[in-house]
């Protein structure tokens, strides 16, 4: 038995129950790691609640899709993995097929990466899923290159920071949003080459002014709603206004005709063009563990919570109150 975490109704932080099921043996093209941590993402706060990009499709429903852990078990057809191996899943799969959050996890092979040496299992659960959402709308979709200006919002979040990370291993220039004062030294130490406090600035008119008039190459925005209107007035002509969430809750419009069609690109971006694809994930794994060797890239743990206190992990998670990532560690 291995205990698990479900949810029987669609709902808030409390409708998580930990519960005692059976591992399972991983089928064909499957694997079963024994997890050791995992990285909590608002992903799934937004497929408990049903109101993620796919829907709840049956109850009781499982979480999770970023865990580091060691496997256990094998499945029919699948190479290049072996029990020992330590090893990390990404998000490539639907929560609706499978879960992480439980001591062991059966999950796709073609969701697993090698861990790298060095990296312990608390930082195999966090680094992955930032970075590769980072490099693989920026880098990979967007084409950034030294000397491109790129906003951030959302710049204290797990995304944000290895944004900050990843523009400045290619030499571009991040520019942080954040709503508070409160974060700006840290945003700074963190590499931002600005900071604009949205509560207390206009950001479009001090993007554009960062940049000569010119705009951001990039906006990489979590946060989308009305607020695009403004953000994409700052993008550069023929710059790209990435949407790779949508914290604001309310509807986003197209900001193209109220601005006059300029030469805009409005895109949205999930992990998933990257890690489904796996040319993509190749490269993808190939830039963030070169990043890590080279000390470039790491994982900005925000806080450690037991897999006894999921509930408040995820309460944690939706208070904002957080500078990176949030990791729940797995006692054996």
């Not at 499978?98 to 861990?115: F, N, T």
């Not at 994409?232 to 193209?256: K, M, Q």
């Not at 030469?263 to 999930?270: E, H, I, K, Q, S």
Request: aromatic residues 6%; neutral net charge.
């Amino acid at each position: 038995m291995t205990r698990t975490v479900r949810f029987h109704e669609i709902g808030g932080p409390e409708v998580m129950r930990l519960e005692d099921l059976e591992a399972g043996e991983p089928g064909p093209g499957e694997v079963r790691i024994r997890v050791e941590a995992i990285g909590v993402n608002r992903a799934e706060a937004l497929f408990r609640r049903d109101e993620y990009i796919e829907p709840v499709k049956r109850l009781p429903g499982r979480l999770g899709s970023e865990a580091a852990g060691v496997v256990e078990a094998v499945g029919p057809d699948v190479t290049g993995f072996e029990e020992g191996q330590a090893v990390s899943s990404v998000p490539a799969f639907s929560q609706n097929d499978y879960g992480v959050y439980a001591e062991r996890a059966i999950v796709p092979a073609s969701a697993l990466l090698r861990r790298p040496d060095g990296v312990d299992a608390v930082s195999g659960a966090a680094v992955w899923m930032p970075y590769l959402t980072a490099y693989g709308a920026l880098v990979e979709v967007g084409g950034m290159r030294a000397g491109d200006v790129v906003a951030l919002n959302a710049a204290s979040s797990g995304v944000g920071l290895a944004a900050i990370h990843t523009a400045n291993r290619v030499g571009a220039v991040p520019i942080a949003v954040t709503r508070t004062r409160a974060k700006r030294e840290r945003l700074l130490k963190e590499g931002a080459a600005e900071v604009i406090v949205s509560d207390e600035e206009d950001v479009p008119a001090r993007l554009l002014a960062l940049t000569d008039g010119r705009g951001a190459e990039y906006v990489f925005d979590a946060v989308a709603g009305p607020g695009v209107t403004g953000l994409a007035r700052a993008v550069a002509p023929g710059g790209t206004h990435f949407l790779y969430g949508a914290l604001s809750g309310r509807p986003t419009p197209y900001p193209g005709f109220d601005l006059g069609m300029p030469a805009l690109n409005v895109r949205t971006y999930t992990v998933l063009e990257t890690t489904k694809d796996p040319r993509r994930l190749r490269r993808a794994e190939a830039f963030v563990a070169s990043g890590l060797r080279a000390g470039a890239f790491r994982p900005v743990v925000d806080r450690l919570f037991p897999l006894e206190e999921i509930v408040r992990a995820h309460r944690h998670m939706e208070s904002g109150d957080r500078f990176g990532k949030i990791v729940v560690t797995v006692a054996h």
